[in-house]
């Protein structure tokens, strides 16, 4: 089913609020969240790159989720 009008504009507001607090973030988180949420990538394998655990890498992400969420509401 199409979107309406209104289910339009509020979906490219929304986005417009995610990448401008995205912007907010250090080059770091920037590129955790590229990596996870727009290339696919796994927890597992950014942790091996960066040579740290899995577990820290979700604390990572929660940290910029907390961010993102502050910045959002």
Do not use: M
């Not at 696919?40 to 979700?58: N, Q």
């Amino acid at each position: 089913e199409e979107p309406t009008p209104d289910e339009k504009c509020i979906e490219e507001e929304t986005y417009k609020a995610l990448h401008k607090a995205i912007s907010t973030l250090s080059e770091d988180q920037q590129w955790l969240v590229k990596e996870v949420y727009f290339k696919g990538r796994t927890l597992v394998d950014i942790a091996a790159e960066l040579g740290v655990t899995h577990v820290a890498i979700i604390n990572r992400l929660k940290k910029i989720h907390n961010k993102i969420k502050k910045i959002l509401i």
